[in-house]
Nanobody, 128 residues
Framework: QVRLVERGGGSVQAGGSLRLSCTSS?????????VGWFRQAPGKEREGVAA????????YYADSVKGRFTLSRDNARNTVYLQMNNLKPADTAMYYC????????????????????WGQGTQVTVSS
């Protein structure tokens, strides 16, 4: 049984920073083929913001967050981080960590259906 737990959400003003963490229990992120960060704002569909392939060290970002968000890993802690800088009100959403035991192609890496394990989410609110 894989369990993902996100932490680190909160409320910040525009231009501020937050760091989210996602810790896996049950399987290491290295054993899981892919890790993704998604977000969902009220009334909107869930969208991918970053995807990671632990075995290869590759990371892929949505255009909307490129240059502002950085995904990193601490294998010893079995934790993946999402450093979010220069936050904007448009970044306000519930953020979810997801993982897959199967290899997900880059083309499909922002498709929520490709991921079988999800955390409970952590709220990020950015005020102007």
């Amino acid at each position: 049984q894989v369990r993902l737990v996100e932490r680190g959400g909160g409320s910040v003003q525009a231009g501020g920073s937050l760091r989210l963490s996602c810790t896996s229990s049950g399987l290491t992120f290295y054993a899981l083929k892919n890790v993704g960060w998604f977000r969902q704002a009220p009334g909107k569909e869930r969208e991918g913001v970053a995807a990671d392939w632990p075995a290869s060290g590759s990371t892929y970002y949505a255009d909307s967050v490129k240059g502002r968000f950085t995904l990193s890993r601490d294998n010893a802690r079995n934790t993946v981080y999402l450093q979010m800088n220069n936050l904007k009100p448009a970044d306000t959403a519930m953020y979810y960590c997801a993982s897959s035991s199967r290899e997900v192609s880059r083309f499909r890496s922002f498709n929520p259906l490709m991921y079988e394990y999800w955390g409970q989410g952590t709220q990020v609110t950015v005020s102007s």
